[in-house]
């Protein structure tokens, strides 16, 4: 059969070289990692298969070699995009395989339970409300109060041992991955600092009222737990945290810039500082480095700037040209320039969070839409391919009626119309076997009944769909669809490997043909011009 | 000059050396800790060996780093604006030195130069890529920046004028504040920096004047409101574009880089499989369409292929091949349209011979 020949005598009939055929065969090299596996190392095929696995020899064997060998069960893959620490779990064998599951797992899914996080939530607020009657009756010694007293007291006891109780179930999940995330190390140090007072008092290391007030302090601190619980808040944390990280030169430069004026401001007003003149105000203000820092900062705040250099001019060995001339350029670089800069960063880093996230929004109806795509093409399919059919059998008819001069050059095309044809026919055919073999074809027969009860009851889109190809023609169609089909999650990405193989070969054939039409269309036309000049 | 040019490069070896760059680090960072805690007086007088030794090790260094980078590249070395930069603190660096040698030790001034030693930290900002990029970004600001402020003075000098006329008379004006030039534009300066100017407002309503308060206000709303506000979206403009930009450049570097990475890999792969079919007998003695077929034969057909490529996807076949129905149909289309062509063309060749027996006839009778 024509399609029985092989790559290479194929290349060598001297064709040329098509750029699309050769991106085909390059991506089945790639696939099959053909080059390798013909050099005799084969790395990248499988290399068990699931009957080999599920036989309990070898898969004592398997779990001898590696005791954290992921194995894929799932044939479907999903791309859920992120892989959780738990369902990496799940994939593990000795997981899998193993009478209970492990403790981490029940962690795991007792913090994620959502009774739970709204009890931790309730605690939290209970926290605060007793902090606040706390400190009410703090100072009242009211005697009938005292049970009321107690029972505060027991209360926040009892909150800080759920919430220790908390930051041990999730050191039981993962203790590595506990320290990775910022919040739960924000959560351990707010808990770990409340616990410190307690600890101490009762210890009865001592009994002094600054420990107290350190302790109340430090209840209070636990409400900041709560910022980590509601994802709004962290949204808009995070977004001044990547605002404020952006800016890390900005501020560098702006510290750099407040040495070098702090430093030469000590110089500069050395008389100032050093001056017997009685009623200075601001006579202290540049006698070390320290003071001439919060100095320059008072300036870069912009108060009392002028008060400041009137009081200097009062000095008559400062030089009034020297010291006004510091503080304008230090007031316009700091305080106007560098101000405005900040602000600037900021606006545009908030424009750049918004427009992420306008983003996402609009990646996903991209997707909606060419998922509606997809349903109408393949609904296309069907309608318009019997009709393509039966117009190939209507050329075939036609030529019967043509001069004799072109019937070679239409044999010609005839035949490659025919093995076109057959070609397409195999290809669908090779298309349609993943389907078959892998209960696909449900799938697929249902997507299509889908698409052809959605044509009925939605003939809407289907109109919608044949007035926007006649508004805009097929390729501009394609083009505006194609991005979001091609990064749309496929559930059909799974075929048997010999005929992928098939697949490719047969893709690159008919790149050839397709090109082999072409030129017999050109003798066509050059034979027309002929005779028309006969 | 031949080894002139050895040394040269030697030279320059040395200067782009990350020995050397951490050397300057270390010693312009060194020297900046130590100006800082020079400035107390205690401290000058209890480490003052130290601090004069650092002082000394930090110029020396300077300087035979100007040397170095003069001598390898004279022409080139002043188009680098941190060299400049590197120029100017030397001489900076060199002046008080300068005044106490030949102005003596009570000049006025003197302190002054000493508190100019604190620019000498801008020389660490050029070993810092985070730094240089921010510089270079802020660089192209500078002129909306000079334009906004030159708009700002001009406009300080029209109501400088007019308060001086209006309020700085000797007598029964406010001296103090509007007195000459130099004071009033303080005082304008003040009141658009809206610092204290409720005092001077004060003094103004005391000496009774009409206007002062409109004039005051009227700046006010100009200045402050509008000019300097009109500078921070000004900056937003630029900040934005600037970072578009950037970001765009990054992209396509980036792009660049991976087309050029899959050309090679591509290229690679091209060369391989062409040798291997040209390659008639290996080590087995079997040609390429043997070992494909082999390897034909070693695929299973319920092994399942997983693959993450649009080609291979089903959506996409289908729009292939629709695509290429819609190519059939066109080229039908053309194919009938030629025998159209074909039919009209034979039937004028039929036509013609009969027509010209037919006008040799009318031509007859006529």
Redesign the interface.
Known sequence: RFLGSDMATYHQEGQTQLPRADAVRSRLIDTFSLIEHLQGLSQAVPRHTIRELLDPSRQKKLMWEDQQQLVRFSIKPQHTGQISQAQRLLSKLHVRCSQRPPLSLWARWVLECPLFTNFIIFLIFLNTIVLMVEIELLESTNTKLWPLKLTLEVAAWFILFIFILEIILMWLSSFSLFWKSAWNVFDFVVTMLSLLPEVVLLAGVTGQPVWLQFLRICRVLRSLKLFARFRQIRVIILALVRALKSMTFLLMLLLIFFYIFAVAGVYFFAEYTRSPHQDLEYHMFFSDLLNSLVTVFILFTLDHWYALLQDIWKVPEASRIFSSIYVILWLLLGSIIFRNIIVAMMVTNFQNIRKELNEEMAHREVQVKADMFKRQIIQRRKNVSPETLRSTHGKTDDRGAIQQKENLDLSEVSKVESIYEATEEDIITSASKPEMTLSKKKEYQSSSSVSSTSSSDASSSESRFSESVGHLDWETLVHENLPGLMEMDQDDRVWPRDSLLRYFELLEKLQYNLEERKKLQEFAVQALMNLEDK | MRKDDEFRAFVKRVIMSCFFKIIMISAVGSN?FF??LW??YDIRYRLFRLLEFSEIFFVSICTSELALKIYVDPTDYWKDGYNMLDVVIIIITFLPYAFRRFLGKQF??L??A??????R??K??RY?Q??R???TA?RQ?VYT?ASV?LLLFLLMYIFGILGFCLFGSQDGGDYDNWGNLAVAF?TL??LA????WTDLQKQLDNRDFALSRAFTIIFILLASFIF?NM??GV??R???DS?KKFERELMLERKMTLMEEKQVI?QR??E??SR??HMQKNADCK???E???N??KT?????????????????????Y??????Q??T??K???L??E??HV??LMLEDLPQKKPQSLEKVDEK
Request: aromatic residues 12%.
């Open positions: 900046a100006t800082a400035t107390s006025t001034y302190h002054v000493d508190g100019m030693q604190s620019l930290i801008l660490l900002i810092s985070g730094m990029m921010m510089i802020m600001t920046v402020l303080f300066f003040s920096t809206v610092d204290g300097l500078f921070v900056m937003i630029h900040t934005e970072i591509l792969e091209q391989e499989v291997l079919m040609s390429f369409s070992l494909v077929e390897f034909k695929l299973r057909h319920t092994d399942p292929m997983v693959l993450d490529d649009f080609g291979t996807s089903l959506p996409f076949i289908d729009i091949f629709s695509t290429l129905d819609y059939d149909m080229i039908h053309l194919q009938e030629y025998y062509i074909v063309l034979g």
